[in-house]
Every structure is written in structure tokens, then in C-alpha cells.
């Protein structure tokens, strides 16, 4: 088994540490912006809660239908707070252990949250884009009001935006130190 | 040459030269590229706020410059049908005074709150000049949050102008009255027994709350308008006085007799001290004092029954009279407070008085005379100089913090530019026409921003398309930052415009409140969600609690309502997002509508007439179902027996 640098290993631990933020700085936002509102609405998705223009978004969205955004509506924000904390304490582990198949393990790892994370998103923007209800005042012919995944798209007069807040941002730059410890690896193991 | 060809000839010469003869008129005023700087571009916002008072109106409106527009109209003294301020129950107790409800009042000028003789811009004061009193509005929310009632006082126009620091607002009374136990005498037993009371109410520094501190037993004069020193001058305040005649009759001509009449220093300072020192005497009065509280949405109206006054025959150093040509009107102090000019309606030339020489005069005892014991300085002692033939009924004056006086001319419709150290004439402009007040951004203060000047006519005529007799008020906006004022803009305004003051809006605009947060509201009958709403009957009470939320009431079906019934509607809008009103109107109501802000709670009171099912609606247009916003209430006859009962959405 190949053991890692002391400076990798340190890249492992700085990745598992840099997904702590996420306890304190919001994950995701949803932005919405239409002809009545230039200033834009925010809605702010945390480990465990919801912050932001939530209300009125809700305001805006009954006319056609949409689930009423609840707390409630998110299972995730019982268990996330713990799986995260798995993922931390697993991060550490392999900066522990400090082999190479500890550092793609948890490479792994953090790549399969991401799409599970990415997936859930997904499922939930189409329950909340497409089970309305059907005795909405504005009802238009085919159409559907599935969120953007990541990105802008246009529903309707609101440009809507989904995309990682600062909490993940951080979190993807800790992966993005994993891709490093890779890198520098592959390339001490060709030179020797 | 005939007779015949004479006479045509001569008569062809009158008409060729006729038009050569008549001087130039206005229309040759604009020059360059006035458009481009008054062009607010869609989006932009103005650079001043302006607060214009509405005269007759009894509101003051908020006007963007250099563009013009009107912004709002902010309501102050006068009912207000268009978002019920006076009808809804909460506004109700704002317009009471010692006689009671009065709808309706005469605004005439504004006072923008000062720290260190610079806007603040925290609130606008406004007098109320038939039924004195003196109005707060919260500039953060534009809307009136307090209003004074002044006793003893008539025709409160000397009002209601403010020291540097806001620490006082005064109210000098124009007509003066008998007061007290000896009311029912004789009109022409007017110099024994009417008096002039100088009002001087205080201001809480902190909140604004206004107290009604002591009043000035003044002659029987007329007082017109007033000015604080500042700066150097912190510590006076001056008002203008005419009818020192003291006439009650005829006053065109009966009080246009003298050639001065004065300018009264007031030192409040002193006036402070005698107070602190008990020299005051209680005076039985009777005054409302109304105020507004943000946290429960409605007002509270309290009357008072005492008052302090000090007697300044008795108490001296507190009153000096300067004489001034002839019935001042406006009287002014420049920025650095050294200077106060007197503008005599009626005179030749404008007396600017010296400060210093003033407070010199007072030292030497460099008196003419005396009124009961008050001392009238000597002119020459006081004056600094006069400005010479500066045009005809100066009424006003401002500054632009660059040494300028501009000095409003109603006779001879035009304002004059002057040098206030040289009193020389630099400039001068026709307004059109017959200008009252003008107003220069922070012109009253000891920091002008000397850019924009506005004239506020009181003649229209031809200005704009004729609108039959009654015309809009006109205003000019002129372009001071340079030697030479030029025309940059002329607008219609609402009501008719006295006093307008206007600051920078980088002042305000980024603490406009946008809407009540609902957790906050402590209106007794708020709601903070839709579960509560209800009708409760009491007697003949019916106490409907209402909610309004994009795009419906709740209740908006009711029944078991009785011919005669008081029907309270208190409404709560639950909408948390700026600009979202709601309004609410029932058919044949005798009052208005209610127009209520995200967050707050309004209560429109409604005695149905007839037996029926009558129609209510949101009126102010607030979604895309907007006009499904309504519901229905059923009347019965008295006595029936039709069940009390609500609901809402309940299909069958």
C-alpha cells in the first residue's frame, strides 16, 4: 500500500475540515427576478433551514399551483446535519491513515454526496415544478415550473437562478485540494 | 404730400415701430441646454428631495429635483379619502384639537430637522395656519406622526421655523387675541386686551416628540414669519412684525401707516434660563396634542389644560426690537448667522442687520425707545447696510453658501441675486408670476448646497393649458451654480405652495421603512395569520377581523349583519414585500376607503343604512387577480333572525 506526503495528507485533513462551513453558511440559492420584481428574490437552502424571501416567494407561486415551501417539505434538513458530519469525520480518518486508496476513497466519497445531493435537488424541482395543483387560478397548457437544477432559466415573467452558495463553494474547493493531492501524487510516484 | 397720404404715412410708421416700442417680454428666458439638466432618465433617481407644503390643501407634497415630478402627496392637516388618513379610526384622533375633528387646515411652511445647522432630514415640520398647530412627519416613513395644537394663537404663520439643533420648532401667532378668563370684549378694545403669543415648542432629540415648553406674551402686533440664528447667532430667534400699528380694522391701509415696523430678537436662551428658574407663570389653556405610535398603527389624542408663560415686561433680556421698513414679511439669517435680513413688503430697499452690531447696541444700551419696557434698538446701530433698489415687495430670502442672497420680488415678479457683504445687485430673473417663497436646497441652513433655486408663484395665468378658472400653482426651477441664474424648468404643483424646503436625498433614500414587519404590529386587532380571522358580535357592535393577502379577504362571506349595526372592518395586510398595499372599500360607505401598508392593521367603521348584500373589494390593484379581490356582506332587517356567521372559500 502506498503511503501519502505529510503535505498531502495535510490536503486531505484542510478538505475535511473545509466541509465544517457548511453548519454555518448557506448551501444553495434559488433566485428569482420579473418585470415587478428588478430587485430580485433570494431564497437561501441551509443544512437545516430555510432563509430569505420565502413567504413571498410562496405568495407568487400559489397563482399557479406550487406546493407551499415549508421546512416541513425537507426531510433533508433532519439527517443532512449528520451525514455531514460522517463525511467530516471520515475526511479525517483518511488524512489519518494517509494512503493513497484513503485518499481516493474519500474522493469517492465526496463525489457520490454531490450527485446524491445534485439528484435529491433535481427530484424535488420536479415534484415542486410539476405536481400542482389543479385547482390553480393560472393554469398555461403544457407547462411546467421545474427550478433550474444550476444555471438561469426562464418560467413564466421570473428568470429563475439556482447554483451553489458559499457553503458549498468552500466545500468544492476542499475537493478540488483532493484532485491536488492526486495530482502531486501521480507525479512523485512517476519521478521516482 | 395731401393730408390724406400724411395720415397714411404716419399711420404705417405707428404700426412698423409699435412692436420695436414694447420691451421684451419673458419668452426669451431659456438659454442652452436647460433640458438636459433637469432630464431625470427613466430609472434615475432625482438628486434632491424636495418637501413643498401644500397651502390650502393642508398637505405637503414630495418633489423630486431637479426633474419636478411629485412623488407623493403626503397628507398632514386635511383628510385624505385616497388612503383614508382622517376616516379609518386609527387616523381619526390625529385631527382632533380643543374644538374637536377638524377635516381641514391652511399648511404653509416647512422645517426640516437640523443638527449643527445642517439637515438632518429626520423630520419635516409643517404649521397648520387656521387652526394653529404644528405637524411632525417621520421622514423615514413620510407620514405624520405628531401634531401640536397651539393655544392662545390665531392664524399661526410665523410657524413653524427651528433652532440649529431642532431643539425648538416656534409658533408666532398672525393675529393676535384676547386670551384666558377675558375673552368676550369689545374688537376695539384691541390694545388692552388682545394679545400676541410666541409659541416655543421643544423637541425630543432623540424620538422628535414635541412638548409645548413656554410661550412669550408678545404685544398686540401681527407676526409674520421667523428665522433662528445659527451658528454665531445660536441662541435668537428673530420674527418679523407688522401692525405694529395695532389696528383691527381695515389693515390694508391702517397698518401700512408706519415706516418701520420691527424685527423682534428673542433671546431663548435667556428664556430657557427663567423658565429653569420658575419665573414662569400657568396659564389655563386648552390644546390637543395628537400622536401617532408606529408600533400599534393608530394615534392617540390627548388634551392639555396648562401652559407657561413668561412675561417679558417683566423678565428682561429675553425681548429687543429692531425697527424694520416697512410690514416685513420674511426675515432671514445668512449661513454664518451674522446677517439678518428683513424684507419690507412695502419697501425700497432690503435693511440687513448686523448680529454683532446688534448684540453691541443691546451692550450700549443703544436704545430709541421702548414698548412696556421692551427696548427698540436704533436702526443705524443694527444695520449692516441696505440693499438699493433691489425691485418692487421683496418677501423672501435665501442663500447659496458663496457670500449670495436671492431675494423673492412679488410685485415686480422676479428674484434678485445680491452680494450680502457688498449689498450689491449681481443678477436678477423674471418668475412667472409674482413669486411668494423661494427655495434653495439647505437655503435656510448653515450648509446650502448652491445649485438649484425654485420660485413658487403665486399667479399662473399662461403657463400651462388653461384648466378653466382654477389653475395649477407654478413653479420655476432656475440653475444658480453659476454668476448668472438661468431657467432651466417650469412645473405645475398641488395645492398652493408656501414654503418648500429641499435636501440631498442621499439624506433619506436608504432608510426608507419598506413595509411593518407582522411580528411587530400591536394594533389590538391585528391578525398575524389567516387562521384568525372573524367576526365577533358586541351589542350592536360588529367587530369584523379581516386579513388581505394577494389575492383574497378572509372572511369574504359574512351574515347575521343588522340595519344599524356599527360594523368595525379591521383590516391587517399579511403581506411582507414592499409596495404591496391593499385597499378595502364597501358599497355606501359615508367615508373613504382604507388603504393599508404590508404589515399594518386599519379599521374602517361602517353603520349599513339599508337591508342587502353589499359588495366589498381590494382597491388598490395588487395581482393579477386583483379584481377577484372582494367578498359580500349581508344586511338583514333589525331584529332578524339571520345567524352571525363567516367563512371563506367554503364552496358548496
Redesign the interface.
Do not use: Q
Given at each position: 500500500m502506498k503511503t501519502l506526503s505529510n503535505s498531502n495528507r495535510l490536503l486531505i485533513l484542510i478538505a475535511a475540515l473545509a466541509i465544517i462551513p457548511a453548519y454555518f453558511t448557506p448551501l444553495w440559492q434559488i433566485s428569482l427576478w420579473a418585470p415587478q420584481y428588478p430587485?430580485g428574490l433570494n431564497m437561501k437552502i441551509w443544512i437545516d433551514h430555510l432563509s430569505g424571501?420565502v413567504?413571498?416567494i410562496n405568495?407568487v407561486n400559489h397563482?399557479i399551483g406550487m406546493k407551499h415551501i415549508g421546512e416541513e417539505m425537507f426531510p433533508e434538513f433532519i439527517y443532512l446535519k449528520y451525514i455531514i458530519g460522517v463525511l467530516i469525520a471520515l475526511g479525517v480518518v483518511a488524512a489519518w491513515v494517509g494512503k493513497r486508496w484513503s485518499l481516493y476513497g474519500f474522493l469517492t466519497l465526496m463525489t457520490l454526496f454531490g450527485l446524491a445531493i445534485l439528484v435529491d435537488m433535481y427530484l424535488w424541482g420536479y415534484d415542486y415544478g410539476h405536481n400542482l395543483d389543479p385547482k390553480a387560478?393560472?393554469k398555461v397548457p403544457d407547462m411546467t415550473y421545474q427550478p433550474p437544477l444550476i444555471g438561469y432559466k426562464e418560467l413564466l415573467n421570473f428568470l429563475a437562478y439556482s447554483g451553489p452558495d458559499t457553503g458549498s463553494w468552500i466545500l468544492m474547493g476542499g475537493v478540488a485540494l483532493l484532485f491536488v493531492a492526486i495530482i502531486r501524487d501521480r507525479l512523485k510516484n512517476k519521478n521516482q | 404730400m395731401n393730408k390724406h397720404t400724411w395720415l397714411v404715412a404716419a399711420g404705417l410708421i405707428a404700426v412698423a415701430l409699435a412692436p420695436g416700442c414694447k420691451p421684451k417680454g419673458a419668452q426669451s428666458a431659456i438659454t442652452g441646454d436647460a433640458a438636459s439638466k433637469v432630464y431625470v432618465a427613466p430609472g434615475e433617481h432625482d438628486e434632491f428631495y424636495n418637501i413643498v407644503s401644500g397651502g390650502f390643501n393642508g398637505q405637503m407634497s414630495v418633489v423630486g429635483l431637479p426633474s419636478g415630478r411629485v412623488l407623493k402627496i403626503l397628507p398632514v392637516f386635511s383628510v385624505h379619502p385616497e388612503n383614508g388618513w382622517g376616516y379609518s379610526e386609527e387616523t381619526k384622533p390625529m385631527l382632533n384639537t380643543s374644538h374637536g375633528f377638524v377635516p381641514w387646515d391652511d399648511l404653509h411652511h416647512i422645517a426640516i430637522s437640523t443638527t449643527n445647522a445642517e439637515h438632518d432630514a429626520r423630520w419635516a415640520f409643517g404649521n397648520a395656519n387656521n387652526t394653529p398647530r404644528i405637524a411632525r412627519v417621520d421622514l423615514n416613513t413620510f407620514k405624520t406622526v405628531e401634531i401640536i395644537e397651539i393655544p392662545n394663537s390665531a392664524g399661526n404663520h410665523s410657524s413653524p421655523f427651528i433652532t440649529q439643533n431642532t431643539e425648538y420648532v416656534v409658533a408666532g401667532t398672525r393675529f393676535s387675541v384676547p386670551v384666558g378668563d377675558n375673552q368676550d370684549v369689545s374688537i376695539d378694545s384691541y390694545k388692552e386686551n388682545f394679545k400676541g403669543h410666541i409659541s416655543f415648542i421643544s423637541v425630543d432629540p432623540e424620538h422628535g416628540d414635541m412638548d409645548l415648553a413656554f410661550q412669550i406674551e408678545a404685544p398686540p402686533f401681527n407676526f409674520d414669519l421667523a428665522r433662528a440664528g445659527k451658528n454665531k447667532s445660536h441662541g435668537w430667534f428673530f420674527f418679523s412684525t407688522y401692525n405694529t400699528e395695532m389696528a383691527h380694522t381695515l389693515l390694508e391701509v391702517n397698518a401700512s401707516q408706519k415706516d418701520k415696523d420691527f424685527i423682534m430678537a428673542v433671546n431663548w436662551k435667556k428664556a430657557e434660563e427663567y423658565v429653569k428658574a420658575g419665573e414662569g407663570t400657568t396659564r389655563k389653556v386648552k390644546y390637543a396634542h395628537n400622536k401617532w405610535d408606529e408600533a400599534t398603527h393608530s394615534a392617540k389624542s390627548e388634551i392639555i389644560e396648562e401652559v407657561l408663560t413668561l412675561d417679558p415686561t417683566v423678565l428682561k433680556d429675553i425681548v429687543y426690537f429692531i425697527p424694520c421698513p416697512k410690514s416685513p414679511h420674511g426675515t432671514d439669517t445668512d449661513p454664518t448667522g451674522e446677517y439678518i435680513i428683513g424684507s419690507g413688503k412695502l419697501a425700497a430697499i432690503i435693511p440687513v442687520f448686523s448680529f454683532t452690531k446688534m448684540l453691541a447696541a443691546i451692550e450700549n444700551e443703544d436704545f430709541e425707545g421702548d414698548i412696556n419696557g421692551m427696548p427698540v434698538l436704533k436702526y443705524e446701530s443694527v444695520l449692516h447696510g441696505e440693499v438699493e433698489k433691489p425691485g418692487l415687495g421683496p418677501l423672501h430670502t435665501e442663500f447659496d453658501g458663496k457670500g449670495n442672497a436671492y431675494t423673492s420680488m412679488f410685485v415686480s415678479s422676479e428674484i434678485v441675486k445680491w452680494n450680502i457683504e457688498t449689498l450689491e445687485v449681481l443678477d436678477r430673473v423674471p418668475t412667472y408670476y409674482s413669486v411668494g417663497h423661494l427655495s434653495i436646497p439647505g437655503g435656510p441652513t448653515g450648509k446650502p448646497h448652491g445649485k438649484y433655486m425654485v420660485a413658487y408663484n403665486k399667479i399662473t395665468k399662461d403657463r400651462y393649458l388653461p384648466t378653466g378658472p382654477e389653475l395649477a400653482h407654478s413653479a420655476q426651477l432656475y440653475d444658480i451654480s453659476g454668476d448668472k441664474m438661468q431657467l432651466l424648468l417650469d412645473f405645475p404643483t398641488i395645492g398652493e405652495p408656501h414654503y418648500a424646503e429641499a435636501f440631498p436625498a442621499s439624506l433619506i433614500k436608504d432608510r426608507q421603512v419598506k413595509f411593518y414587519p407582522i411580528e411587530g404590529n400591536e394594533n389590538p386587532y391585528a391578525l398575524k395569520g389567516i387562521n384568525d380571522a372573524r367576526v365577533e358580535r358586541n351589542g350592536n357592535e360588529v367587530h369584523v377581523y379581516m386579513t388581505s393577502i394577494r389575492s383574497n379577504f378572509r372572511p369574504d362571506n359574512i351574515e347575521g349583519v343588522h340595519v344599524g349595526d356599527e360594523v368595525y372592518f379591521h383590516v391587517t395586510n399579511l403581506e411582507q414585500d414592499w409596495d404591496v398595499p391593499h385597499g378595502f372599500a364597501i358599497k355606501g360607505a359615508n367615508t373613504a376607503e382604507l388603504l393599508i401598508m404590508p404589515g399594518e392593521t386599519s379599521t374602517l367603521k361602517w353603520v349599513p343604512d339599508r337591508v342587502g348584500v353589499f359588495p366589498f373589494y381590494c382597491t388598490d390593484f395588487c395581482s393579477a387577480l386583483h379584481q377577484e379581490m372582494q367578498g359580500y356582506l349581508r344586511v338583514s332587517p333589525k331584529g332578524a333572525n339571520v345567524p352571525l356567521t363567516f367563512s371563506t372559500g367554503e364552496a358548496e
Open positions: 430587485e424571501n413567504d413571498t405568495g397563482y387560478a393560472i | -
